[in-house]
C-alpha cells in the first residue's frame, strides 16, 4: 500500500517536473524546455533526478512500513500505564464534557470509574482495555461519546484477518434475524434466519450485555437495536461473557 502511494508521488512529480521544462522531452529535434542541449546532458539530469527520487521513496516506504509492522496487537500494557491513562481520561471527561452527569448522577459515575480501575490488576492489550474503558464511557448515556481502536490497531486489522463473530443482525426486542453472514460457503445462516440463542447464551443475555458497551444518548433503548449488531461489537461481547 505504501509502495503505491510512492509510486504514484513519483509519476505526479515527474509530470510536474515535464509540465515546467525540468525533464528534456524529444519533438521534432527539439525539447520539451525549447533549449538545444545535448542529449546527454538531459538524459543524466534525467538518471539523477529518478535516482534521488527512487532512494526517498523507499525511504517513505521503509519508515512507514517498519512503523506498520511494529503493531503487535497481543502487546500487553502493564496495569499502571492503563491506571494512569484512565484516570487521565476521567479527568479530562469531568473537566471538558458538557454533560457528563445529565443522566448518570456524579456518584454513580464515581463507582462506575472505581469498579474499572480495580478490576485493572494485570497487563492487557489493547482491545482488552477498549472494552472496559468503553462499558465505562457507556455509562454516560452521551451518543456522542464513544471508544474506537488506536490508528495502528485499526490499520494492522486491515490487511489481517482476526476473530470475528460473522453474523450481522436485525434487532428487536430479544428477537435476532440474519441480514448478512460473513462466511459466504455458511448455508445454514442465510439471510432471514431467525436466531434464538449463541453459543449456549440466550438473546436477551447477548443484546443486555452487548449493549453495555454502546454508548447512545439518555435512556434511548431502541436506538441500540436499530444499531445493527456489527461484528465487531459481537466479537467484544463473547469474548466478556
Known sequence: MHLNKSML????????????????????????DGSTSSPQKHASKF???FSLFIIIA?????????????YNPQTKIAPDKLKEDFFLLKKILEADHPSIYWYTPKDSIDIYFNEVMYSIN????????RA????????????????RGSKAYNEYFSTHESNKFPLLFKVW???LVVLGNLNRNDSFFRRGTVVTSVDGHT???????MFQFISTDGYAIILKTRLQVSTSRCTTVLRFL
Open 122 to 129: 494485570d497487563s492487557l492489550t489493547e482491545f482488552q482495555f
Open 9 to 32: 508521488m513519483m509519476r505526479m512529480l515527474m509530470m510536474r517536473w515535464i509540465k515546467k521544462g525540468q525533464l528534456g522531452l524529444r519533438r521534432k529535434k527539439r525539447y520539451y
Open 203 to 209: 438473546n436477551h443475555e447477548l443484546l443486555d450485555s
Open 47 to 49: 538518471s539523477f533526478l
Open 132 to 147: 472496559k474503558v468503553a462499558w465505562f464511557i457507556a455509562k454516560l448515556k452521551c451518543g456522542h461519546t464513544s471508544v
Open 173 to 175: 426486542s430479544d428477537s
Open 58 to 70: 523507499i525511504s517513505f516506504t521503509g519508515c512507514s512500513s517498519a512503523k506498520y509492522y511494529s
